[in-house]
Each structure stands twice: as structure tokens, then as C-alpha cells.
């Protein structure tokens, strides 16, 4: 906390405070590595993030990606079923993994002299996993309890899921990365086989160890490891299907007796963050931090919270951290007794202000204020840094566009937001969604 | 004409007039082979269907269903591009070809004697495509042109392109046969070999032969032409992700300068014919009879369009005759002045109406004399047979699902139109889409 007011203090006084202390090296059978420094405690985290995700699953076996995520648990010729995380947890670490449309990461926080235990683990299940029917058979159930109880059992999730569906017409990130369960039923051991040599692979992998390390002790320990895995020949460009023009916004209601609080959501499709080409997605993540940023002084929440009151909450969120084109979106959800469909028309004349008024002044300088102590605090957290480079690096990012990111979001005008905004923010590539508990126009 | 007014005067009395006199035989290398004997006149149609539609493109490269079929004229080692139909027309025949999301299809209609002639030209084209990269690149812009006329100079089958990308969530069906047009510019000679090569082989081929002809003489010259080409074991069953649960309707508003009159459709999710179980279809067909079929006394037009003058034109529409699950579709053009928002509320009155009072049964019966007449009239056009046999033997349906299909339409109850209806005109599982020359709601 002490570093942090120090940060928040500098902000545009003492900018070069930034530099993160990263390496990065490439083992000969083309693993990435990346080593970020920070000796404050005796941990380390180490990743390491496969740059295959849910987007790159074959059609019909939605939820592959995930499922070998899970399955990745069951041991090798060397580690028996669930011993992985025994071990970890033994050394007094943690450890975890992820799915999502564009990668799979595992990662284990252990102390920093247990680096080359974690290592051998991990990279011995890189090429040596093994599986029985039994595994899939139990796992597969573990699964389906997951999705029913995120997706199925949650109105909100289901309703981004229908909305994700509508969103994309062509583009796989309309599927979901849990999967559809029809799809997740019939998931085989085969599929899970077929799906890891396809795509687990040094050449496929970027390794992110982050804490209190030597660059060059984790490169010898990473060619100890993972150097001798030869790489795949496998390995395919990701050339995912694109989306045609969109014309026509999509407009669904999920009506749900589950449903507590109805809201109205609307996405846009919006452009990601692209190698060397990051200015037009800086501009819509500023344009998401003006129109509805975290806190209550963003446009849509002082408007709708508390100007009119007419919303118990109101935002706007995006990412750009993806290999395709991914979403904008606008949340409000009224307070009680106003519809849903006032409460977007709201929504929608507060966005009309904006585009007519143009950025203000005073709120812009706020938001990147804002902006840089967001990224300040992110630096303060060696876990949450290290996942930036690795989400950043598994969707084709450099570590120079992470490393510029923070001074390109200072460097955009107001003019690149409302450019931004005039391109986003077209109806014809939105959807629309309520999530209520009445079936409306039925 | 005269058989048509026997026909109609037989209907309910002398049913048995049914039996077309069909054929069937299957060739060593797995061909299906059926003959239709129609003697009137010394011609025959030649119909070669391949089990592969643009349903069955690999992702992001939409389209190549269709561009193969325009290739496939191009020529081979011994007849040159465009030679084919230059022969066929030289001997007083035409021919051509189509592509539908489920099959492939080419067919010659020449005198009876020159069938030999035409079986030799379309099996030497089944496995000795030649294609040169001017070809290719020549042909992919008849393929773009094709896509400007009838697509995108179009407004109507835009919001039908759209529609089906909402409607289907995860199945292919989505996807248009002509393609998107980003993918289609990038369509190569490769990609049309490769989908050559994966498909077309005698034993994913089905050869209707419709006329003057015996069904021995028509084996004969089957195994002489098409009996030498080897099967393929590169044909794989056509096995294409399904949908999940649809939650929620999909609405959208296609506005586009150049409509003349504006339009709502709503299309739902509606099960296909199946092999050895079309009943559940063929309720459905009845429901789109009684609800919109042709003619001007189907329950909505009558509504609609005569009681209450509030539409020019109301409709119901229904095929089936598809791999997987396909659409129903009601249409409603309203009279100037109406609104959309009107007309659809009307159309869903008169469905929920219909729904509340159940079938009429006059109406049934005339529905069902109606449908009788269409099957008779359709059997007096052999070419129109052909067609009907290739296309369901095409999508897995038996001869005999065919020639069951006229008594089973007869043999509906209407206790199971309501029941088919009740499950089809599920909003969940729809779209609707207002065509407009206004943008709505901006």
C-alpha cells in the first residue's frame, strides 16, 4: 500500500516510474519465456499459457478446451491422478488453471527456491499425460456440474450466453467456452487426446515465471525442462472464420422466474488490441471508462444513478485483450418499477448527449488519472502483472505493446475517443438483451 | 391437363393411382441408382446429387459448396471448359445445376436415346475435374456477381441471410449457401479441389434418371459409366454441431432504402423429415397449409387479408425435406399505413386464435384435398418427380419415405397439427425480422 500512494503521487509527475523488470528468450524448440523480476517476497508464480482456447475447439465439441484443462489434472506416467496439486499444496503453494476463448493457463505459486520443482511438473504433463476412460468419465461429470451451476443456473450467465450466440454470425466467440451441454455430453476421451496433441506443445506455449528470480536461473531451469520437448509440428496459424457486415441489430428478451434484479445489457462488436496497432482500441477503452467506468462519476452513472436516479447501477465495459474482434457493452439496471425498456431509452439519450456534447474536459483529465493509477496498482500486484503479459503474449501481443500500452492510453485525444465512439457504437453490430422475470410479448 | 383433372376427381375415391414406378439399385462402388419410367414422351432427365451442401464447408470457407458446382463446368483432361453444355445443347438437351445447404445436384434433360451421351459427361466430370487458376480466379467473380444480384441488391434476402445467422446459434444452417462475401473473395483452387476431393465419389452420389427409359437399360449404362470410378473412403457420415437450447427470440429490423414494401417474418426452429418418421413433419406441413398456404383461404390470409384488409399478402411456409432441423416461417406484408409492429401483432392474434379454437374442420378437409391435388399435379411432371426423389434420397430420406409421405399427409389428425403446432410456434426458439425502408428505433 506503501508503493501504491507512492504511485497514485507521481502519476503525471514521475511517469517513468513504469518499467516493469521483464526478459524475455525463446528456447530452441520455440518456447517463449518471460521472467518478470520483483524480489519484495521469496515467491514465484509460474505460468504457463497454451495459445489455444474455446475459439479454436472443432465445430461440435464445444467445450474441449476447458474439459483438457480439467483433464490436464489427471497425472502422468510419473505424477498419479490429482497428485499435481498435492505436491504444490505440500510446498505450501497454490495452484490453478483457466480456460478461455483464446487460451488455456495453468500456474502454480510456490516459493522461489521450489521453481524447478513446478517446472518439472508442469512440462512433464506438457507431453506425457495420461488418461483413462474412467478420468474422462468422472471428469466429464465434473464439468456438467459446472455448467449447471455458472450457466444454467444463473439467468445472467444464460443470457450472455444467448446474447454471444446473436452477437457473432459467423465468428466461434458466439460459443461458449464452458460449451453447450448437448455438446459437453458426448465429450470422449478421444476428443480430449486428439485436442491436446493437436495443440500442447513448447512451440504453442508461452512460460511467465514472475517474482523473486534471476532471468538467467530461469532460463537454464526452463531449457532443463521444457528445452528437451520437441516442438509440434501440428501447430496451425489461428484463422478463425470472420464476421460478414452485420445489418441488423439483434434485440432478445431472457425472461426467468429466477431473475431478482431485470437489466438491460447491449454489446456492440468492437476492434481488439492488435500487435503494433493498439491506438483505436486505447480510444474505446478510454470511451468505456468515460461513458461507464468503475466508480460514480462516469457519464451513464451520474446521469442515471444519480441525476435522475433512475438506475441502481449503469456501465460500460471492454477488454480488447483477444485475437478477434471483441465486445463494447452497456449495462444499466433501472431501479424498481421502471422498465426495461425505459431504462434503455434512458441509456440510449444519455449516449446521444455524449455524442453530441463531445468528451468533457474536466472528466477526461479525471479518467486518465484514473487509468494510470489503475495500471500502477495492476504493477503492485506481481500475480496480476505476470497474467497480463501471458493474456497479452497467448493472443499475439509483445511485450512492447504491454509495455506501451499505459503511455498510449495518456496519449489519446479526445477527438480518437468520439472517432472511437462513432465507429463502435453502430446499432447495426449490437444486440440488444433483457434479462427479466416476466415473459414479455409473448 | 386431362390427367390432372382425373386426378383431382379421384382424390378421396380412388386412391390408389399413387405408385410412381420406381426403380432402385445400388452399384458396386456404393452409387445409388433410381429410375422413374415415365413413357409419354421419348425424353429423359439425368440427375447426378452429391450428399454434400454448404452446410458441410469447412468454417470460414463459405461458399465453396456453391463455386464447386460452377467449376464442375470447367472441364476435364477430355472435354474442354464450357464443352459439357455446348454438347448437351448441340443435341437439342439443356442442363444445369444447383446447390442447396444439403446437397449438390447437376442434371442434363436431353431425347431418350442420348442418356448414355449424358451419363458419360457427368461421370468423366465425378473424378477428372481439371481446373486451371484462371479458371478459378474467372469463376470467383461469376460467383461475386451472382452474390451482388441476388444477395446484395436485395433486400429481402439480406434480412433472410440475417434472420438464418440468428436462427441457428450454432449449427451450420446459419451460414449462407452463396457464402459471406469476404469469404468467397478468398476462395482458392485448392479449397474447391480439396472440397472435390473430399466429396464427390460414386459412393456419396445418388443418380435419378426420370423418363422414356427401362430401368435394366439404365443399370446397364450405370455400370458402364459410373461403375468404374473407384468409392472414396474420405466420405465421412454428415455428422454437423446442433443447436442448444434456444432462451430467448431473436428480433431484428433490416432498413434498407431500396424496399418497396415493407414486411415482417418470423421464421421458427421446426424438426425435418426423417427417415421412417415423418409424422411429426408432415403435421407441420399441414399446420403451414391451414395457417398460410397458398390460395387465399388459409387462416391468416383470410384474416389478414380479406376480413380485415389489413394485409396484401399473409403466409405460411414449411419444406422439411432437410438434414437437420429447418424453419417455419410466417410472413405478413401489410397495406400501406399499417406498421410492422401492427401487422405482427395481428399475425400473432390470429395464430393465438387459431391456437385457442383448434382446427376447423372443413378447413381440414379441404387442406387436405388441396394437398392431395399438389401431389397429383406433382407427379404429372417427371422432371418435378426427379427432383423430389434426388433431393430427400439426398438428405437420408428412403424411397419409400417418399411415396409414404401423400397417405401420411392424409392420415394426419388434426389433434396432431395442434400438437405439432404447439411445439413449433415456441418464440424462444424464433426470430422475427421487420424489412423497412426506415431505420427504426435509432
Known amino acids: 500500500m506503501r508503493r501504491l500512494g507512492f504511485g497514485l503521487a507521481l502519476t503525471l509527475a514521475a511517469w517513468p516510474v513504469w518499467a516493469d523488470t521483464v526478459s524475455t528468450f525463446k528456447l530452441d524448440n520455440g518456447m517463449d519465456v518471460v521472467v518478470i523480476e520483483d524480489h519484495r517476497a521469496p515467491v514465484v508464480v509460474h505460468m504457463v499459457w497454451y495459445k489455444i482456447g474455446a475459439a479454436d475447439e472443432t465445430p461440435g465439441h464445444s467445450g474441449i478446451a476447458h474439459f483438457l484443462e480439467h483433464l490436464m489434472f489427471q497425472g502422468t506416467k510419473d505424477v498419479a491422478p490429482g497428485d499435481l496439486s498435492k505436491i504444490v499444496a505440500a510446498q505450501g503453494g497454490s495452484d490453478n488453471a483457466f480456460t478461455t476463448l483464446d487460451y488455456t493457463a495453468y500456474f502454480q505459486r510456490v516459493a522461489a527456491d521450489r521453481l524447478g520443482l513446478v517446472m518439472k511438473l508442469e512440462s512433464d504433463r506438457m507431453h506425457n499425460l495420461n488418461l483413462t476412460e474412467d478420468d474422462v468419465t468422472t471428469e466429464r461429470k465434473v464439468i456438467l456440474d459446472e455448467r449447471t451451476e455458472r450457466t444454467d443456473s444463473n ?52 512460460l511467465v515465471v514472475a517474482g523473486d528470480v534471476k532471468p538467467d536461473d530461469v532460463l537454464a531451469l526452463a531449457k532443463q525442462y521444457y528445452g528437451p520437448i520437441p516442438p509440434s509440428d501440428a501447430i496451425k496459424p489461428r484463422i478463425r472464420p470472420t464476421e460478414p ?32 496497432d493498439q ?10 471508462e468515460l461513458l461507464g467506468g468503475s466508480g460514480t462519476t462516469s457519464v451513464l452513472a451520474k446521469a442515471l444513478q444519480f441525476d435522475t436516479q433512475r438506475a441502481v447501477y449503469a456501465s460500460a465495459s471492454y477488454d480488447g485483450v483477444s485475437v478477434d474482434a471483441d465486445t463494447f ?14 431504462a434503455e431509452k434512458a441509456m440510449d ?16 483529465a479525471r479518467i486518465k488519472t484514473q487509468v494510470m493509477a489503475a495500471q500502477i496498482y495492476a504493477r503492485d500486484n506481481t500475480q496480476g502483472l505476470a497474467r497480463e503479459y501471458g493474456a497479452a503474449l497467448a493472443v499475439g501481443l509483445s511485450v512492447k505493446d504491454v509495455q506501451d500500452w499505459p503511455d498510449l492510453l495518456q496519449s489519446i485525444t479526445a477527438d480518437e475517443v468520439m472517432a472511437a465512439a462513432k465507429l463502435v457504437l453502430n446499432r447495426h453490430n449490437a444486440v440488444t438483451g433483457y434479462l427479466t422475470t416476466e415473459e414479455a410479448a409473448q
Open 245 to 276: 457486415p452485420q445489418l441488423a441489430e439483434r434485440r432478445l428478451v431472457l425472461a426467468d422466474a429466477r431473475v431478482a434484479q431485470p437489466y438491460v445489457v447491449r454489446s456492440y462488436l468492437a476492434t481488439e488490441r492488435n500487435p503494433g
Open 349 to 364: 439519450e444519455v449516449v446521444a448527449k455524449f455524442m453530441k456534447d463531445g468528451v468533457n474536459a474536466a472528466d477526461f
Open 329 to 342: 457493452s452497456l449495462v444499466v439496471v433501472p431501479v424498481p418499477g421502471e422498465s426495461l425498456a425505459d
Open 155 to 206: 439467468p445472467g450467465a444464460l443470457l450472455s450466453e444467448q446474447m454471444a450466440a446473436a452477437q457473432y454470425m459467423n465468428h466461434p466467440y458466439g460459443i461458449p467456452v464452458i460449451g453447450w451441454r448437448h455438446e459437453m455430453e458426448a465429450l470422449s476421451r478421444q476428443d480430449a487426446l486428439d485436442f491436446y496433441h493437436a495443440n500442447y506443445a513448447p512451440n504453442n506455449a508461452i
Open 279 to 288: 491506438r483505436q482500441a486505447a480510444a474505446i477503452s478510454l470511451l468505456a
